[in-house]
């Protein structure tokens, strides 16, 4: 006669140990249940007061299943005769969290089991660097996490976390987090760590700053992006893009898929160094250099571990127009070194007595901090005329006049 109930009275049950099952959100889980086979098998799973599943005549019986569980559970039934009662639940959420029981009747006896289920998620992180109204920002964010994670900041391997500014959304969950960090004028590199501890998962994004490249028109360059020995992308499926930002607008140059080995270009005055490219180095070339070439040049390597970002500036034939003590003027052409002397004056030529009107004529302005390495450029003196004044205000004590 099959035994159909449940629950049953205690001193009649085998009863294991629980047994803890982390699962991914929006993935399917096992829940493990073992038992020691015999004829007229009856399986019931339930979560608190829910029905989950329920087996018993040789067939599933899910008349009384809990809505939330309708098409994502299932048993093994070619597996059910050796003692195996286990439950495959798909599509897991957060409300499938919680304590569930396995019971399981034969002729040969009851066993009673527990499973306790916890449900994770860490999904799409990233790191971005944006420009917005004259300053710089890494922004580090996971699309769908729990619960929730721990995140860190290390400017040059120091926490620097309580400088950050982190916005949650999602509540209760997953949750969308994102952080952001000002990095303004900062050249040092910046790291950001997201880590779950229940699934055991740590991402890792990281900011590198190249430096300054001062290049003559019709001149190539050759920049480099490499991966910090601390990362490593063997056995894993990454993507690497290069990018061009002016102005705060990004446009995307070239891109690879390591994947499909899928290598794509959008200018012809840039391609990748194929003999140099590896697992560690993805340089680009960017030939016949022009004015209009000027800008930030971002290497994008991403991968389900991490973000590298490498920047580059490059200045290519732009103008400088204003002087003072320590600064250098040349016009349509790169500043060259020029020791810093209290009583330098430019050369008569190059004296700019007009120089508000022919601003206006020219690509761009540039003024090197030789003590900081700063440098403030961009295209056109209209956009960049506040941040000018602010700049000057603030360091050098005298204006563009």
């Avoid at 950050?164 to 952001?180: A, D, E, L």
């Avoid at 450029?377 to 209209?382: S, Y």
Wanted: hydrophobic letters at 35%; proline letters at 3%.
């Amino acid at each position: 006669m099959l035994d159909l109930f449940f629950p049953v009275p205690s001193s009649y049950l085998q009863s294991n140990n629980e047994q803890l099952v982390t699962g991914r959100y929006n993935e399917d889980v096992i829940l493990p249940c073992q038992f020691t086979s015999g004829d007229e098998v009856v399986i019931h799973w339930k979560n608190q007061n829910h029905d989950v599943h329920s087996y018993y005549g040789g067939m599933d019986r899910l008349k009384s299943q809990y809505l939330r569980y309708a098409n994502r559970t299932s048993l093994f039934h070619g597996e059910i005769h050796n003692g195996n009662a286990s439950l495959t639940i798909r599509r897991l959420s957060l409300l499938d969290e919680g304590i569930y029981s396995c019971y399981v009747g034969t002729k040969l006896g009851r066993t009673l089991q527990r499973v306790v289920l916890k449900v994770g998620a860490f999904h799409s992180p990233l790191m971005k660097y944006e420009q917005m109204n004259m300053e710089s920002f890494l922004e580090c964010s996971i699309q769908s996490v729990y619960p929730h994670p721990h995140i860190t900041w290390k400017m040059d391997n120091t926490d620097v976390s309580e400088e950050s500014n982190s916005k949650i959304t999602g509540i209760p969950g997953p949750f969308h987090i994102k952080s952001m960090l000002n990095i303004t004028g900062s050249n040092s590199s910046f790291e950001c760590t997201i880590e779950n501890s229940l699934l055991s998962q740590t991402w890792r994004g990281k900011w590198t700053f190249s430096g300054s490249h001062w290049m003559n028109q019709s001149e190539s360059i050759l920049l480099w992006c490499t991966v910090s020995s601390n990362f490593s992308l063997q056995n894993q499926n990454f993507n690497v893009t290069w990018s061009r930002i002016q102005n705060g607008i990004y446009s995307v140059l070239d891109w690879h898929l390591d994947s499909s080995q899928y290598t794509a270009t959008n200018d012809s005055g840039f391609s990748w160094n194929k003999a140099l490219r590896d697992h560690s180095d993805f340089p680009i070339t960017l030939k016949h250099l022009h004015a209009s070439d000027s800008g930030e040049y971002l290497c994008n390597i991403s991968s389900t571990e991490y973000t590298l970002l490498t920047v580059h500036r490059l200045i290519v034939g732009l103008a400088v127009v204003v002087w003072a003590p320590g600064y250098t003027i040349k016009r349509d052409r790169p500043l060259k070194s020029v020791k810093p002397e209290a009583s330098f004056i430019p050369e008569k030529e190059e004296k700019i007595t007009t120089g508000h009107k022919k601003a206006y004529q020219l690509t761009g302005i540039i003024v090197r901090d030789r003590a900081s390495e700063t440098v403030i450029m961009g295209a056109g003196l209209g956009p960049l005329q506040d941040l000018f004044n602010q700049y000057i205000e603030n360091k050098l004590n005298f204006r563009l006049k």
